[in-house]
């Protein structure tokens, strides 16, 4: 093996190694801002807020480690240890609604921002066509007088 073989080789690996290490990154904080928001800590939801693959996120023994225990610990807090006549119910049931809204709330925002950027789209479009439009009618409006000052 040469030496700019070799260099190549530890160029690549370093640059693989940094783009895990990366990844690994994301999905801490993917996994902190689920918790942070109270949802549920799932190998789906961590691929989708960190933007890494499931074979990612299984291949990594401490992140799989560490989800696998989040989602045990969320699964044991879903289960009610307290009798249903009492306070706290009204507490659970309130928090569970309030993370409903929050979880349709940012959905509609992400469907209102999807319209605004189709509604953004449309009107550049529609500008560039009045655009064209507007350059034809000039040209035709020129062409119209050069017929009329001829006659």
């Known amino acids: ?11 690549l690996t370093a640059a693989a190694k940094a783009k895990s290490q990366a990844k690994a990154e994301a999905a801490e ?3 902190r801002a689920l918790v942070k928001r109270g949802e549920p800590i799932t190998f789906q939801a961590v691929q989708r807020e960190a933007g890494v693959s499931h ?3 299984y291949g990594h023994p401490d992140l799989r480690g560490r989800i696998e225990h989040l989602r045990a610990r969320s699964r044991q807090n879903t289960a009610p240890t307290v009798p249903p ?4 119910t009204l507490v659970i049931a309130l ?6 809204l929050k979880q349709r709330h940012r959905h509609d925002v992400k469907t209102l ?3 605004l950027e189709r509604a953004h789209g449309e009107n550049l479009d529609l500008r560039r066509e009045l655009t064209r439009r507007g350059a ?3 040209r035709q409006t020129t062409h119209v007088a050069s017929i009329a000052t001829t006659t």
């Not at 928090?95 to 409903?100: E, L, R």
């Open 1 to 11: 093996m040469t030496d700019i073989h070799a260099k190549r080789i530890a160029v």
């Open 29 to 31: 904080q993917g996994i």
């Open 55 to 57: 074979a990612f996120l």
């Open 85 to 88: 006549d009492s306070e706290s």
């Open 95 to 100: 928090t569970a609604q309030i993370n409903q």
């Open 113 to 115: 921002r999807d319209a």
């Open 136 to 138: 034809d009618a000039s």
